[in-house]
């Protein structure tokens, strides 16, 4: 019988490795970053940079950026290609945007159909000239300048990817710019800007609430940045080794950010036995070992106010719910419909087909669990092309002994390159 068991340390966060290059890109000189995550989404980053005049080349295991100070890219000569990269698409494009340059933006088919006018209408207000097919979509134009209008802009949806591209475009304006969040996102950009020694200012408006504000423009000194391995590719193994009787592992050097692991509240509330320990503080994240063992788990109510904290987790902790004693309740998932696939469709379909009893209504999902489905046949996952789909399946498919037969596996390495390696090697047999 297989179970998890085993230490191994997790690759680097998808959130930080965008996050770092594009810093790095802005800094006077040169930066070294280490443990960048070298997945398709964040190679996408990398490459647009290059042709944005950045030179960067890798030495051994670092990436050394050579930055060009903030306003510094130049006329790109192609078309900027995202790929499947919806943090690529939002943050560059928030980046170029006070640059005189002209750039054009394309993705692939998943990309083409996720919004950007949640970031362009903020845009288009500051005075960029942005263009977009069917008022929403890539491919998109966007001729940015230095003298866009420093404003006040109010979050309308939470979204840690509008805001970033915002503070991106006001480090090269002069005055202030202000953002408010109605709903607080994750927090790497801010991070990353403390460690870097930019100034900015946050103010909590309440406890939901923040307010940020900055004053440009900015000279980013190079510092060197290491990158924080990723909560959300360990969330796949947290999950197998609390479904997977005798499983039992270690994952190190995980990013502790609170708006990076709120699954793990979840999941200890479900029964989870997980423990966490803080380690040490690397580039502005505090970061630590997590140990997980095999659980009995039970069903709880997510309610929908945890939704920003868990958005990229609501395909893995769905298996867990499968697994779990009664009910699970996911509620106030809209914003999982403008993921790189309709996650709500994703998971019902998938679970569904798997057998298990799965309710949506709405925005809602309410999966019963039950350890007792048997598979006496195989059953096709569709994976959408969604990468965190398919290591969420592949996650399950250890309980059903590979009889789930995931349509799409390459799109794993948009975020987790190194997945079936890691999982190889916790894997063991009793
Ligand atoms: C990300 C923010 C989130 C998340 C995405 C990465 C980021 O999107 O789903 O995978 O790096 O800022 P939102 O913009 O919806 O917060």
Redesign the pocket.
């Known amino acids: 019988m297989l179970k998890l068991k085993g230490s191994i340390k997790i690759s680097g966060d998808?959130?930080i490795s965008?996050?770092a290059l594009i810093f790095a890109s802005l800094s006077t000189g040169r930066v070294t970053i280490s443990n960048l995550l070298e997945s398709d989404d964040v190679l996408r980053t990398l490459n647009i940079l290059k042709e944005l005049g950045i030179k960067i080349i890798k030495k051994e295991n670092k990436w050394i950026v050579f930055g060009n100070g903030t306003g510094g890219y130049f006329q790109p000569s192609q078309v900027l290609n995202c790929g499947n990269s919806?943090?690529t698409s939002?943050?560059i494009m928030g980046a170029v945007s006070s640059n005189p340059i002209s750039c054009t933006f394309i993705g692939d088919k998943s990309l083409s159909k996720r919004s950007m006018s949640r970031l362009s209408t903020y845009l288009e207000r500051m005075g960029a000239e942005i263009t977009l097919t069917n008022k929403d979509f890539l491919p998109l134009y966007i001729t940015g300048n230095t003298n866009l209008l420093p404003m006040e802009h109010i979050m309308q949806?939470?979204?840690?990817?509008?805001?970033?591209a915002l503070i991106l475009s006001a480090l090269n304006l002069r005055g202030k710019t202000k953002i408010i969040e109605k709903k607080n996102?994750?927090d790497?950009?801010e991070r990353l800007m403390k460690y870097l020694k930019i100034k900015y200012k946050k103010k909590i408006l309440n406890t939901n609430s923040t307010s940020i504000e900055l004053n440009g423009p900015y000279e980013i000194k190079p510092k060197n940045i290491s990158v924080a391995s990723d909560p959300?590719s360990a969330a796949f193994f947290i999950v197998g080794a609390l479904i997977i009787p005798k499983s039992n592992i270690t994952l190190k050097n995980i990013a502790l950010n609170k708006t990076r692991i709120a699954f793990i509240d979840v999941l200890k509330k479900m029964g989870g036995k997980i423990r966490i320990k803080k380690t040490k503080t690397i580039s502005g994240e505090e970061v630590g070992d997590i140990k997980v063992s095999y659980s009995l788990l039970h069903g709880v109510k997510i309610e929908s106010k945890y939704s920003?904290y868990l958005?990229?987790e609501y395909p893995i902790l769905s298996i867990a719910a499968s697994q779990a004693r009664g009910f699970t309740i996911m509620e106030g998932l809209s914003?999982l419909r403008?993921?790189e696939s309709d996650r709500i469709k994703s998971i019902t379909i998938n679970l569904s087909k798997v057998g298990f009893n799965v309710i949506q209504k709405k925005d809602n999902i309410k999966i019963e669990g039950t350890k007792r489905i048997e598979l006496k046949y195989q059953k096709k996952i569709k994976t959408y092309g969604d990468h965190r789909i398919a290591m969420s399946f592949s996650i399950l498919n250890l309980l059903y002994k590979d009889k789930l037969i995931i349509d799409d596996e390459s799109c794993i390495s948009i975020?987790y390159p190194d997945f079936k390696k890691h999982l190889k090697k916790l894997s063991a047999f009793y």
């Open positions: 998808k959130s965008h996050r919806g943090t939002r943050l949806k939470a979204s840690a990817q509008v805001k970033t996102t994750r790497h950009t959300s920003p958005i990229d914003e403008h993921k975020s």
